[in-house]
């Protein structure tokens, strides 16, 4: 009798196939894998079958312009963005400036095309060499702000985060640190800003195109020429790094 094949070596058997239909063998970072197996195994290989390894462009993804944009990662890797652009068309309609527009249509890039965890950080480091320092501060305190109320600017405890977590969350004591710092700062409300425009509910009858936002991105967003991953900035590693996500080196 062979055992009956576990959920996560079904995956990886079907992951392997469809690795072998490539004729590049791709071996995953341990941060995609982490939990679902112990970091402390090494990472099995696939048979490589003298087959090279993936140095570049993933054939199963959409390929990327030579000199990509913003709005290429949007449509390429991010979409749908969705959530992204609804907030930042709900803050276009409460009146917002533009950098709260900028700063709503970007805040969650992590979570669309990165990592997940602390992606206010992870969200304002990607954009942080290209926009405004008040629009990546805003980014980055969101992901604290967000879980403090602030009922005087019509900010209340999201619901979704009752569901989500369960009412008696407590936020780790970094992020009540962030919140604590960010609370007194300048550019408390530009922050807060992007708590209250970020749409909790995803509405998907709510169609927003990107375009939309092309003039405001124009002014706010310094696109490098070069193309976003290829202009030496503190952060060009982090987008190649999610235009070949499955690169071995
Ligand atoms: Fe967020
Ligand atoms: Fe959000």
Redesign the pocket.
Known sequence: MIPAMTTLEKAEAAERALSEELDRVVVKSVIYTSGERDPRVPVPRPPDQGKRYMMGHDPRLARMPDRPTLFDFFKYRFAPAN??MQ?ARLALKNGAGEKVVMA?LV??IA?AGFIRGDHGYWGAQLVEPYVDEEVSWAIRY?QAL?FFADEAVGYHYPEMYVKLFGADYQPDEYIQRDYRYAREHTWYMTSRL?CIN???AFDPTVQVRLEEFTDIVGRNFKQPKEGLGFDASPSAHMWRTIMWPTKYL
Do not use: V
């Open positions: 959530h992204l907030s709503c805040h969650d979570i969101h967000r992007i970020d749409l909790y």
